[in-house]
């Protein structure tokens, strides 16, 4: 293999072999992958607008059967001290917080409810809905989805089709960690494996529903593994309907794994701002058919978000207003609006407020 081949075939979004993004991976100079990615960027996403959004994290339960080891946040139905699920009240006085910011999206996650089927769920979103009938849902991801199904018998397309009837407006990438079942094995047992993930993917695109794609990486997984996660991403992209949006944005950060049973059997790995910005351009390249890249500063801070964006992400995300599961981990950052435009600008870039889908605000 060689570098320059590579780039050429890179910058003529030419999909690349999973071989062929762990060679760039390893042997690109930072610099020459950076320059690489941006162009990729600036064929996607023209000119200097990067966009960001106002939503709100709230989480409906913490009860969760899944017991992925990197979870803090989680318990079972059981420990009646610490299990919650979110009370009509506590969603009324989320939401009116969340107008008074400017925003009108929820990014409605939790755990795998045992008892909690489908039923449950077409009721929240339809009274979410009543509090707010102009209010968003992001909600869900595929490994609830794919549980949710399984606890009330039905079809993961039956599934999607009362949950969209019930208010769902768009579907997060969430739950996907590595997409390989060997390492989901160890990390995450209990939780629906890859094929169960795509499978929901393909449902909901085939649907027309809007989706993210995300990884979570620097634990126990091989480079190798994680560009066939990027290709198992790109494969679904590339068999959506045509015309269906499918995976709108890419999001990608380094575990968190503070205190969790997973920092005990797995060896703490710091991911370098490099490696963080060599993900983020990797991603831009081998995603030939992702039109947005995310910054993912989250985790890894404003500052090294704001270089993102001269690595191939043309998306900060969310402001973040409240944060339960990466912060019960180890993540402690937070941006406000005022503060989110004045690092895309400081970045030299424009602010450009967004929605879910993508479209302007
Ligand atoms: S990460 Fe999600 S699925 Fe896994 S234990 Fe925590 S709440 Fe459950």
């Not at 060679?23 to 996607?44: G, I, M, V």
């Not at 091989?222 to 790109?234: D, G, P, S």
Request: charge should be neutral.
């Amino acid at each position: 293999m060689n570098l320059n081949t590579l780039y050429t075939k890179a910058l003529n979004k030419e999909p690349l072999s999973a071989d062929e993004g762990a060679f760039l991976y390893r042997n690109a100079p930072p610099a020459e992958l950076f320059e690489t990615a941006q162009k990729l960027r600036y064929s996607h996403v023209p000119g200097k607008r990067v966009s960001w959004q106002i939503d709100r994290n709230i989480n409906y339960t913490n009860v969760c059967i899944s017991g992925c080891l990197f979870c803090n946040f989680h318990c079972t139905v059981s420990q009646k001290e610490k299990s919650y699920t979110t009370s009509t009240e506590e969603y009324k006085v989320k939401i009116a917080e969340l107008r008074a910011l400017g925003g009108d999206q929820i990014l409605l996650q939790g755990g795998l409810h045992p008892n909690y089927d489908i039923t449950f769920y077409e009721n929240l979103f339809t009274e979410l809905k009543s509090i707010d009938p102009e209010i968003k849902l992001n909600a869900l991801g595929p490994p609830e989805v794919a549980h949710i199904a399984r606890i009330s018998r039905i079809s993961i397309e039956e599934t999607l089709e009362r949950l969209v009837k019930a208010g769902l407006t768009t579907l997060p990438g969430a739950g996907a960690e590595i997409l390989s079942d060997r390492i989901r094995k160890i990390i995450s047992p209990a939780k629906p494996n890859t094929a169960k993930w795509c499978e929901v993917m393909r449902a909901a695109h085939k649907m027309g529903l809007s989706t993210t794609a995300t990884m979570v990486y620097g634990h126990i997984e091989t480079i190798e593994e994680r560009m066939e996660h990027l290709v198992t991403i790109r494969e679904i992209q590339a068999d959506r309907p045509a015309g269906a949006p499918g995976f709108r944005a890419f999001i990608s950060w380094p575990m968190q794994m503070e205190g969790t049973k997973l920092a005990e059997i797995c060896a703490k790995r710091d991911i370098t701002p490099v490696e963080h910005l060599k993900m983020i351009a990797i991603s831009r390249i081998m995603l030939t058919n992702i039109p947005h890249i995310q910054a993912s500063w989250l985790t890894v801070g404003e500052t090294i978000g704001q270089m993102a964006l001269h690595c191939g992400a043309d998306d900060m995300g969310s402001i973040m207003i409240e944060e339960n599961v990466v912060s019960s981990a180890g993540a402690s950052f937070r941006m406000g609006s005022e503060e989110m435009q004045r690092r895309i600008h400081e970045a030299g870039f424009e602010p450009w407020l967004r929605g879910q889908d993508y479209s302007p605000r």
